[in-house]
């Protein structure tokens, strides 16, 4: 029998605790303690992936090396764990029902009545325990979206208890996440919507082994003795989860009120070894007292929700770390950018990042923007759709194409610099059929982005259909922008960067992917330090100009 223990993580009271973060500060904390860690992220919506999801739904779509389309959680387990995700780490009830239906389909059930309790609860519990085959894993956490309660979790809380069942008490456990509200009229922390939510719980067969509560204030003794004397919890496994200025300090204060040690405890995990949290400690002691700050814009069309650019976001705060600077990102919608406000609106960034999308809506502010970096020496980093911004601006300005476009906007343009790939022509459905995943890159000897990664062969992550038209690669090159990274299979264009610029740089690829806490992202580190560099220039200018 496998030695693999499990560890489920469920949200009460309301969504949007942050089950994400905590889950994956535990599994840090249990990673430093010298065990193989994976999270997985069970999500109830009928999507097959979110893939196809708007971010305005659910914010950014996270991809991973195998290419899948997933829930953002998964990135703050890779940036936690600095371990990759596959697809087996996101599961849709859309993908679970798929396979049910298809299996009944082939006829596998032998005539049987396909029901929700045993055939979807036992495909739920195939996928969890899938990760745990071969003993790759110490432990597997997995983490159930959505809040106990709803009609939708059900099946995932029935196949969890299930589990509990089958695989005993020292090998699975449950950690509830709930909110203990702060009532400022009474000056009180209430405690009956953590008391009502684990009910529920218990009502479907889940008694939780540790309760972590969110709360604005401190828990006094009195609370943590109430909760844990009405929700059958120990008192010592009662934990709070303050808020913090940076979700990279989740882990630290978890560890302070013995989350891991519980957990070890709880699950007989014996010898693992005293976690060693000072390189952690350091970057969030960098993260907290930043010495210096700049100013990037990020250009956008969904910036509205600031979940849809996590990764990018998060990368931006990693790299930051790394000089002790703040990073101060103002999102910038697209849409209000436009020829004569472009100087009013990016005049004060230091550094310029034009977003990742899909569609027409807001180009022509992204178009602006890159033509403004380009013309002004401001650091720039187009991402996937962002590079091909930069390549349409390029061409129209630069190289006189007027009206060039991608064919993504304008299908007849006489200039089609960014095109459909080849592969992709005869596709029709929209889900899972994007070039996913990681590819190679072969980086030109002696460029910038050489400088950048230090060496010359990279693999990145990938999430588009349209790519750099290699018709007109000559011309921009003559011109001085550069494809100074190519796929060595397929020759597609995977950087541009403009030489004559003090960094300019877009990468048909997602960088923001693989950016982790420790070890912050090249490009990322890349484009602050010379927004940095930009910051000090201009203040420069500025002292010059007043002494005139
Ligand atoms: N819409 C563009 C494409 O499909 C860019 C995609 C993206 O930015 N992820 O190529």
New binding site residues.
């Given amino acids: 029998m496998s030695s693999t223990k499990y560890i489920f993580i469920t949200g009460g009271v309301t969504s949007s605790l942050g089950k994400g973060i905590v889950s994956a500060s535990l599994a840090m904390l249990l990673q430093e303690r010298g065990l193989s860690v994976t999270i997985q992220k069970l999500d109830p919506y009928i999507n097959v992936d979110p893939g196809t999801l708007n971010p305005y739904e659910h914010g950014e779509c996270y991809v991973t090396e195998d290419g899948a389309e997933t829930d953002l959680d998964l990135g703050h387990y890779e940036r936690f764990l600095g371990v990759p995700t596959t697809q087996a780490n996101n599961v849709t009830t859309g993908r679970v029902y798929q396979e049910v239906i298809d299996k009944e389909r082939r006829g596998d059930f032998l005539g049987k009545t396909v029901q929700v309790i045993p055939h979807i609860t036992d495909e739920i519990k195939r996928r969890i325990m899938l990760l745990g085959q071969e003993d790759q894993y110490d432990v597997v956490l997995t983490e159930i979206g959505g809040t106990v309660g709803d009609i939708e979790s059900l099946p995932y809380i029935e196949a969890v208890r299930q589990l509990k069942f089958e695989l005993g008490p020292s090998n699975t456990l449950f950690i509830h996440l709930t909110l203990v509200p702060y009532l400022s009229a009474t000056g009180e922390l209430k405690t009956k919507p953590t008391q009502h939510s684990v009910k529920v719980l218990l009502e479907n067969g889940i008694q939780p082994d540790i309760l972590v509560l969110r709360a604005e204030k401190n828990l006094t003794s009195d609370i943590r003795s109430k909760v844990a004397l009405f929700c059958n919890v120990e008192m010592d496994a009662v934990i709070e989860s303050v808020n913090v200025s940076t979700i990279y300090e989740v882990p630290l204060l978890l560890q302070k009120e013995n989350l891991d040690e519980i957990a070890i405890r709880k699950l007989k995990l014996e010898n693992t070894k005293t976690p060693d949290l000072g390189p952690w400690t350091e970057v969030v002691d960098r993260l907290k007292h930043p010495e210096c700050s700049v100013k990037i814009g990020l250009v956008g069309k969904y910036v509205e929700l600031a979940d849809s650019y996590k990764s990018i976001i998060e990368s931006l705060s990693h790299a930051g770390a790394t000089f002790r600077c703040k990073v101060e990102i103002t999102c910038i919608h697209s849409e209000e950018i436009t020829e004569e406000n472009v100087n009013v609106i990016l005049g004060k960034q230091r550094g310029i990042i034009v ?5 027409d809506r807001g180009i022509d502010g992204k178009i602006f923007s890159a033509r403004y970096a380009r013309e002004h020496d401001i650091p720039f980093l187009g ?4 590079m ?1 911004c930069a390549v349409i601006e390029f061409a129209r300005n630069v190289l006189g194409y007027k009206n060039a476009h ?1 064919t ?1 906007m304008d299908e007849d343009t006489s200039y089609p610099v ?1 095109d ?2 080849e592969e992709q022509k005869e596709i029709t459905d929209k889900g899972g059929t ?2 996913l995943g990681a590819w190679d890159c072969k980086i030109k000897e002696g460029t910038k982005v050489h400088q950048t990664y230090n060496k010359t062969h990279i693999s990145e992550r ?6 750099f038209n290699n018709a007109y690669l000559e011309a921009f090159e003559k011109a001085g922008f550069i494809a100074s990274g190519i796929n060595p299979e397929s020759n597609l264009v995977e950087i541009m960067e403009l030489t004559g610029h003090p960094w300019f740089i877009g990468v ?1 690829f ?1 960088p923001e992917y693989s950016s982790t806490v420790m070890k912050p992202h090249p490009l990322f580190i890349q484009f602050v330090k010379s927004a940095l560099n930009h910051s000090v220039e201009q203040s420069g200018k500025k002292e010059v100009l007043a002494r005139k």
Avoid at 383 to 386: D, N
């Fill in positions: 977003a990742p999308g899909f569609g991402i996937c759709l962002g091909q991608s993504e960014i459909l790939m994007m070039r990938h999430r588009h259909r349209y790519e048909q997602h």
